[in-house]
């Protein structure tokens, strides 16, 4: 069953990425303010979305492991987690090659790209701490908790950086009023987050089977050695 | 006085007793933060109004840096002869280790980094006796923020091996919102900026943070320490 | 429709073990212990390295919780803090702080415990132990021995009714084995309820009054002591198909 739904999400994703792509590269002008390279913008916006998505199911799973102590929402967590820090590293290198591309600099302090940054240093130190705990059972309850901390934090930088911009102005990088997309450009975008979601879902499903798996086999190495 | 305030004393009393009797957190953060103090003169030309502009960043890095040193030792300090489990097995709430382990690394932490203001002022020539008390609030509130944050992950990764690598790897960037608002409010603050404004937007952020994660660890540190 | 008859228990078991697992990952460390424990005796928990023992005081002692299943002591929940007060432990560690005096250390725990007179204990304490005359002496200083006994006043610093140990006899000297053993003949001849987990299986025999098995997470004897377990300390081991 969950194969097969693994299959469908995978014909559904390349479908709808194919066609977003034609659309994206043959059908669509380019934008008149910044060329070609705007194309990028059907990437990094579709990322930062996915990722976000995946952060915030990452607290709500690690809430629920914390409640029933079922270890499912632990892997379930985790998978989540590692698959959206895969697209805020995505989101990182979009926004870097754009912003060489446009401002001329790698990197230029835009206020979502550094919440963003703020975001990937959090969970990998969450990914990190799972690395360095072996009992699974304890694994699950630190990481859920750094979870849940890291989330919370994300709230504070996003409104802190916000804040922070508003008294540094920078450029912004922004699809609606950096100018100039006619009718027709902004769809794809949406296309292209519902093709990464069904992306994200079956990387999600990989990693999860992974984890049970191992958590299997760490059951099976530890009874070798007590019995 | 309550139980609670009795046992949360008790432990802040006994941590700063076995602190000041060998003095290793303290003189460790010490000597370090005067050592990056140095170091920053090579870095940067330090009768330049460029230092002025700085300052206020380079003072809780300093702080920051330092800290690590000591909230590394808070609940390591209790693994020596598996103190922890007769803490933990007393008649008093894990939250009450937590607060008094927090009010112990509070003060240490408050007494490096008023001798490390000092050193900063003789070194820097900086001009902060305008205003001196708001600089000591910023620095009360934003040490408070570092010491929770600390304190909770330095419980997290006391049983863990990599227990000094992990510590940092999580907190800094936990820390990035209270630092930010600390940095900002210092660096305004030391070039004679009274409070008002826009910095009482980061004043909000700088309390706000040490108020939500306040209540946050002493929710979690249970979980945390027991399970 | 009349109802059943409600259930009274007059005196709830000195300690309650009701359905306890514990599982690390999908392996479980323990599977189904239920054991009551009445008042006033002294259990030795044998088992071989990893067959769950330590694991079980933990969760006994509220260090660590079941994954499944009720731990009660006197009727209540471990976690309560009133529960905690009537619990002693000693575990694999001494618990004493090494910057801090013998006086010191014993004067925070009896504070932790809420003693009215936390010095006049703690001074008691280290009288009976031997360690009145090195009380100012910090722990870091103090031989193998004396630190043992320490850790022994410490556990019994707050005279509680269940008292939990973890291999209590390894490791120490003839001194503190000598304390050891008069304390907790003591503890027994007053009625207090003793668990201890144990190798030295001849210490741990003379002194109880009932011994459990554990093998594999799981309980595989619980009874009285019997008389052949002490003149034949590998007869339970034998009789369970261990060596």
Redesign the interface.
Known sequence: MRDRIMYVLATLSAALLTWNLYKIFMILPDEKNQGAIYRIVYMHVPSIFTGFTGFFVALAASALY?IT?D?KYDAFAAAVTEVSLAFASIVLATGMIWGRIIWGIWWAWDARLTTML?CW??Y??YV??RR??D????RA??SA??S???C??IM??Y???E??RT?HPAPVLSVRDGGGMGPGMESPIYWNWLAFMCLASILVMVRMRQESIS??I??LR??A??? | MSPFLRATLTIAAKDLRSEFRTKEAFNASLSFSVVILVLFSFAFDPTSEQMQAISGGLLWLVFSFASALSLNRSFARELQNDCLDALVSAPIPVAAIFLGKALANYFLLILVEITALAVFALFYDTHFAAQLWPILLVIALGTWGMTV?GT?FSA??V????REV?LP??V???L??AL??AM?LTTDLMNGIPLGG?NL??LR?LT??DF??TL?AMV?ID??VV? | MTSPPAQYQLHPAALDIDGVYK?????P?LRDIRLKITAGSTVALLGRN??GKTTLLKIIAGLSKP?EGSVRIGGHEVREQATRAKIGVLGHGISVYDELSALENLIIFAKLYGLPDPEKSALAWLERTGLDRVRDGLVREFSRGMRQRLAVARAFLHEPELLLMDEPFTALDDRAIAVLQELLADAHATGRTIVMSTHQLREALELATDVVLIQ??QIAHAGPRMQEMVDDTGWLYRTYGEN
């Not at chain 2, 049983?159 to 990599?162: G, K, P, S, T, V």
């Open positions: 914390l102590k270890l703020v240093l959090i990998f130190g990190m701490l360095a705990i009992e699974p059972t304890q309850r630190l908790v750094v849940v901390f890291g919370v934090d504070i930088v409104k802190s950086i804040w922070w008294q958590r299997e760490d059951s530890r009874m050695h007590a019995y | 944050i909770t997290l990764t049983n863990l091996r990599m992990m790897t999580l800094y960037p936990m990035v919102p930010m608002a900002t826009d937007l980061w952020v706000g943070f939500i994660y946050l979690f979980i945390v399970g | 599982y690390y990952g999908s392996f460390a990893g067959a994954s594999r997470g």
